[in-house]
């Protein structure tokens, strides 16, 4: 009897589902990691985008850089996750992760819980920063406003009441001239 090896690259893959209560769960998107070849880490949720992957057709990307993750040892960032319709990707999502290779002998040494159970140390989880108010338009449209648009445009929106106003005050300056 010949006995074959098949050698297959170390993958990761993250898979992010809609877990809704009556209704099936929904497949939301998916991200395939080539250990040997990851891509490299966005430093933040901002510059996260689908151009970091390989996995995406020459035309929607750009050139990306790789690197191994058992040659870095450790990796902390964001990765973009895909939805993939007909031949067109797009972006589903966003995951933050910390990846880490270690060894049988560190592994016992500093065991990690599953999630956030027993022992919560390497690394630390700490519970999600979520807001505390209902995303219901009907119940709090004000909040839900704040939440989603506030935060990311302030600047904008202040610098153009700003401006309204001195546009305002320009106007009505021209209009009580004699």
Not at 37 to 44: L, M, W
Not at 48 to 62: A, D
Not at 70 to 95: C, H, I, N, R, T
């Amino acid at each position: 009897l010949d006995t074959t090896e098949e050698r297959f690259p170390p993958r990761l893959i993250i898979q992010i589902w809609d877990n809704d209560i009556f209704s099936p769960d929904d497949f939301l998107g998916q991200l395939e990691l080539n250990l040997d070849r990851i891509p490299k880490e966005a430093k933040s949720a901002r510059s996260c985008g689908l151009n970091q992957l390989p996995s995406i057709p020459q035309k929607q990307r750009n050139t990306i850089e790789t690197v191994s993750l058992f040659q870095m040892k450790k990796m902390m960032g964001w990765w973009p996750v895909l939805a993939q319709e007909d031949d067109q990707y797009s972006l589903a999502g966003k995951v933050e992760m910390t990846l880490e290779i270690v060894t049988i002998a560190e592994a016992e040494e500093r065991p990690a819980g599953k999630a956030r159970a027993e022992p919560n140390a390497n690394p630390t989880l700490e519970p999600p920063n979520r807001p505390a108010t209902s995303f219901s338009w009907i119940s709090s449209p004000f909040k839900s406003l704040y939440y989603i648009m506030w935060r990311r445009y302030a600047m904008t929106i202040v610098g153009a009441l700003i401006s309204l106003l001195l546009l305002l005050l320009v106007v009505l300056f021209v209009y009580s001239m004699p």
